[in-house]
C-alpha cells in the first residue's frame, strides 16, 4: 500500500511540475515584447525569434476616449491586430486616386482668387485569414491615454518537445 501510495505521489509531483512550466514561453515573450515597447514604442507587425520559437507578434494602440466601452475597444484592437497580421502574411493590393479640382472666383474689384482642392483616396484590400492570434496582455501607455495591445501567435518551433 505503501508503494502504491508512493508511486502516486512522484506521479503528481511529475504532473504538478509540468504543468506549472506550461505557459513560460508566453509570459517570457509578453515580458520581452513589454521592454521593447517601453525602450521605443511601435506599432504594427514584426517577428520575435527566441531560442526554438519564432513568433509574430503584433501591437496595437488605441485612444482610451474614442471608446465607450471596454468590450467595443478589445474588440476593435483584437480586428486590427487580425487584419495587421494577415497584411503582412498574405500581401495586400493598394490603389491610390488623386482628385484635383480648382475653382476660380471673382470678386467685386475683378481680382480673380483660385481654389485648390486635393482629396487623396487610398483604397488597401488585403485577402486572407489569419488564425490563432491571441492576447499576450495589454497596458496603458507611458501618456496614460491610450491603450496598447499585444496579441502573438507562433511561427514555427524547432524545439523537439
Do not use: W
Not at 505521489?9 to 513560460?24: A, V
Not at 496582455?137 to 514555427?156: H, Q
Request: glycine share 2%; net charge positive.
Amino acid at each position: 500500500m505503501k508503494n502504491i501510495f508512493l508511486l502516486l505521489s512522484i506521479l503528481m509531483m511529475t504532473i504538478k511540475i509540468y504543468c506549472q512550466s506550461f505557459n513560460d514561453d508566453k509570459v517570457s515573450l509578453t515580458n520581452f515584447v513589454k521592454r521593447m515597447y517601453s525602450s521605443k514604442p511601435f506599432e504594427g507587425v514584426k517577428i520575435v525569434d527566441n531560442y526554438d520559437h519564432q513568433y509574430l507578434v503584433s501591437v496595437i494602440s488605441l485612444e482610451k476616449a474614442k471608446y465607450t466601452s471596454e468590450a467595443t475597444m478589445n474588440r476593435v484592437a483584437q480586428v486590427k491586430a487580425q487584419s495587421q497580421a494577415n497584411t503582412f502574411l498574405n500581401g495586400s493590393i493598394i490603389s491610390m486616386d488623386v482628385v484635383i479640382s480648382t475653382k476660380e472666383t471673382k470678386d467685386s474689384t475683378n481680382k480673380t482668387t483660385t481654389i485648390v482642392e486635393t482629396v487623396e483616396q487610398i483604397k488597401q484590400n488585403s485577402m486572407g485569414f489569419s488564425q490563432g492570434l491571441e492576447l499576450l496582455t495589454n497596458f496603458d501607455n507611458a501618456d496614460a491615454l491610450r491603450m496598447v495591445f499585444i496579441y502573438a501567435r507562433e511561427m514555427k518551433s524547432t524545439s523537439n518537445k
